[in-house]
């Protein structure tokens, strides 16, 4: 069966049993449907956060269509379950633009998958809905301001950074003009849509730890400059109440199950290529007050979400990761050692040998952060036993656990063995875990930083453009706060073409931006865009509904 299929033939619990099972009380849910609910802020208790096992799943550099992340938490976080340790599995929401795109969805695969799996992928509880909202709101502010006769903070149209969200991949709008249409439409100005996961809204819910802190870091967005150098941020422009009453139910993490009938959280969904790619720090502190184990997953591979995890969202949140699970697939491993994208099926021990070097680079960077490794061999029907035996051996002569992972197939029972490493490497308590740079250090060394232990680059260099914008971020105060790298998820550098573990490169960043609020300087490296496109082919041409409205394509 195809996974809607299989997540269709699913006999849901009601959700006020899955709340149960947490010990929360039913007048704390906030009911959507019987089968999702809403969970108070009140619930998260911060010396439960403490005592809590927290777990990250990450991965080697993905092949497009990715490496089953999100597959391996949820199968992960069942047969934790199954071994008798209460746990939470903390997941992002999927964004419309895979959906539709290239990836599908991220409800999981298989049986180890979330539930409602179209609910989740599609509208679930109007996060994403309000967030572009409360982004575009702010956009309506800025160009009412500059076009008011009175009540003007004299913005200077040209400088204006804030741009238009929508949660779908449209090339069409990356580079637009507003304001056509005469004196009524405004002063035309070019700028352009980003995807709703790209907006610093999204980043700033994910990074709130209150209702306050929401509010502040709302109005702390900086939206440009006056037409005398002055900046502008959301704040003069009164626009964070209004903004934040938006996101009044979105800041409240969405409670679900998995398959199995386990609890699950699905909450907030930034990108890990262009934002943070973790979900929010309400939902991770939510599983950790409510369960002895959370398994969460950062988005990409651990160059991208687990770096900006634990420099960013760890940090940012007083969280230590306990371990880390790397997963791995042995036909990711293959194309990383020179296999064709379209013959990755076939058994090919050279390549799998030639592309260790990649699954190598990133249980080092793992290490640089004083966290135990776990490899997760991430099992496709493709792969053959001379392959797996070679991985498995692989991974015992670098001294890491392995394990076999089935969780696509058969569950939480085809991830015990997984479970039983992750209990024993936490129980083992060898996690010391430390950031790769300090907050006083500037912006060219965290990037460095960041680049020589992550990427395994030479070094960072930066475009002249980049360079009047550092001095600009540095003028205004901001060379404190940490880097979120932006760049492509397809290579360990910023050249996607580079596959395996590439040596001798730099970093070139082409420009900054800066999201203030969320609390972040973002480098942009290579060709990065904040508006992705659609396929040829794109996942919406497999999508449709029948005339009982089951929904059918979505994977």
Known sequence: ????????????????????????????????????????????????????????????TPTPPGEGKTTTSIGLGDALNLIGKRTVTVLREPSLGPVFGIKGGAAGGGYSQVIPMEDINLHF???????????????????????????????????????RVMDMNDRGLRNIITGLGGKAGGVPTETGFNITAA???????????????????????????????????ARQ??????????????????????????????????????????????????????????????????????EKFLNIKCRAAGLAPKAVVLVATIRALKYHGGQSLNDLTTENTAALKAGMGNLEKHLESIKSFGLPPVVSINAFSSDTEAEIELLMEHCRSLGVPVALSKGWAEGG??????????????EQDQADFKPLYALEASIEEKMAAVARTVYGADGVELSSKAKKQLKRFNDLGYGKLPVCMAKTQKSLS??????????????????????????????????????????????SEKISIDEKGNVSGLF
């Open 494 to 539: 910023d050249n996607e073409r580079l596959t395996g573990r590439p040596q001798g490169f730099t970093i070139t960043i082409r420009e900054f931006e800066i999201a203030a609020g969320a609390g972040f300087i973002i480098p942009i490296a290579g060709n990065m865009l904040r508006m992705p496109g659609l396929p040829a082919v794109p996942s």
């Open 199 to 233: 907006s610093e809204v999204m980043a700033i819910l994910c990074m709130s730890s209150s209702f306050a802190d929401l509010q502040e870091r709302l109005g702390n967005i900086y939206v440009g400059d006056t037409y005398s150098g002055e900046p502008v941020f």
């Open 1 to 60: 069966m195809t996974d809607i299929e299989i997540a269709q033939s699913a006999s849901p619990l009601h959700i006020r049993d899955i709340a149960t099972k947490l010990n929360i009380a039913e007048d704390h849910l906030e009911y959507y449907g019987s089968n999702k609910a809403k969970l108070p802020l009140s619930l998260i208790d911060e010396e439960k956060v403490k005592q809590a096992n927290l777990v990250l799943v990450t991965a080697i």
């Open 125 to 163: 509880t109007g996060d994403f809905n309000a967030i572009e909202k409360a982004n575009n709101l702010l956009a309506a502010l800025i160009d009412n301001n500059i076009q008011s006769k009175t009540n003007k903070l004299g913005i200077d149209p040209r400088t204006v950074l804030w741009k």
């Open 413 to 426: 029972k085809g991830c015990v063995d997984l479970a039983e490493l992750v209990v024993e490497a936490t």
């Open 237 to 306: 422009l009164k626009a964070q109440g209004a903004m934040a009453v938006l996101l009044k139910d979105a800041i409240k993490p969405n409670l679900v199950q998995t398959l199995e009938g386990n609890p699950a959280i699905v909450h907030g969904g930034p990108f890990a290529n262009i934002a943070q790619g973790t979900n929010t720090i309400f939902a991770t502190k939510m599983g950790l007050s409510l369960g002895d184990y959370v398994v969460t997953e950062a988005g990409f591979g651990a160059d991208l979400g687990a």
